[in-house]
């Protein structure tokens, strides 16, 4: 049990890639509470986990709203009495090119996936510092390393939140606090299915997005929820800073 002890708020753990981050460190021992802003799906994995003395809480967030993360962040605070890790999972995408980008769309992106991470990581940080043993993973994406076509806001709100990881790892190092980033390829979950619905031809568009990787696959959540779990332990103890690309080696070219 490698988060033994371990107290996490985990943001977008309704689905997806936070719903894998939360099952893997409930596995390993950790209380969590799931930030999300459907909190009835969160609330069916709570009910699947917590067996065996676990302890998986729901508190209703939107992360782009302060008033809403700071009363989650505090609800938060009384379920697990202090917090030592933050995932930053919570996210949101659309596709679209300059032209076709709407102001609406491109103000959601940048306030779920970029503002969502300051807002999160600004209100629990007090938590974090007083732990001693504090620990942001933020999600980032292949889009905000490399340009995605088509994925204009998408890649501006990822390429944010890995400058963002770094600024906070600086500025709290001697405080015991590391922060990190985790950018994954394409990954099969919900959400990958509702982007390729909104193309003509859906079917052709999945097979598009598995053409484009070097190893012939999209990469399943679990594959993103166990470098979570790493990010989060003490085996990656002297990692601060960094951008683990976790993405079948779709950047590497
Ligand atoms: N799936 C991929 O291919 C992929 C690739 C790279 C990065 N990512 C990133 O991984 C993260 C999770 O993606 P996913 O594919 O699992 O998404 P998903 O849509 O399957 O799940 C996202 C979860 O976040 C929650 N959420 C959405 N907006 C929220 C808000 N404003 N406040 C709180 N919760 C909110 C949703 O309710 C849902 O439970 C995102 O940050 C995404 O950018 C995904």
């Known amino acids: 049990m490698r988060l033994k002890g371990r107290n996490a708020i985990i943001t977008g753990g309704g689905a997806g890639i936070g719903e894998a981050i939360v099952r893997a460190f409930a596995r390993e021992g950790a209380n969590v509470v799931i930030a999300d802003l459907n909190p009835t799906t969160a609330q069916a994995i709570a009910d699947d986990l917590n067996v065996d003395g676990k302890t998986i809480s729901v508190v209703e967030c939107d992360v782009s709203d302060s008033g809403s993360v700071e009363k989650a962040v505090g609800e938060a605070a009384e379920h697990l009495t202090s917090i030592d890790t933050l995932v930053n999972d919570a996210g949101w995408g659309r596709a679209g090119k300059l032209l076709d980008t709407t102001e609406e769309d491109w103000d959601r992106m940048i306030d779920i996936n970029m503002k969502g991470a300051f807002l999160v990581s600004k209100h629990t940080l007090p938590y974090l510092l007083e732990s001693g043993r504090g620990n942001i993973i933020n999600m980032g994406s292949v889009a905000g390393v490399v340009g995605v076509r088509d994925r204009l806001a998408y890649c501006a709100s990822?390429?944010?939140?890995?400058?963002?990881?770094?600024?906070?790892?600086?500025?709290?190092?001697?405080?015991?606090?590391?922060?990190?980033?985790?950018s994954p390829g394409t990954v099969n979950t919900p959400w990958v299915d509702r982007m390729v619905a909104q193309f003509p031809d859906p079917e052709e568009t999945r097979k598009s997005m598995v053409a484009r990787q070097p190893m012939g696959r999209l990469g399943e959540p679990w594959e993103i929820a166990e470098a979570a779990v790493y990010l989060a332990s003490t085996d990656s103890g002297f990692i601060t800073g960094s951008n683990l690309m976790i993405d079948g080696g779709m950047t590497m070219q």
């Open 158 to 182: 990822k390429g944010g939140i890995i400058s963002l990881t770094r600024a906070i790892a600086l500025d709290y190092v001697d405080q015991g606090l590391r922060c990190n980033s985790i």
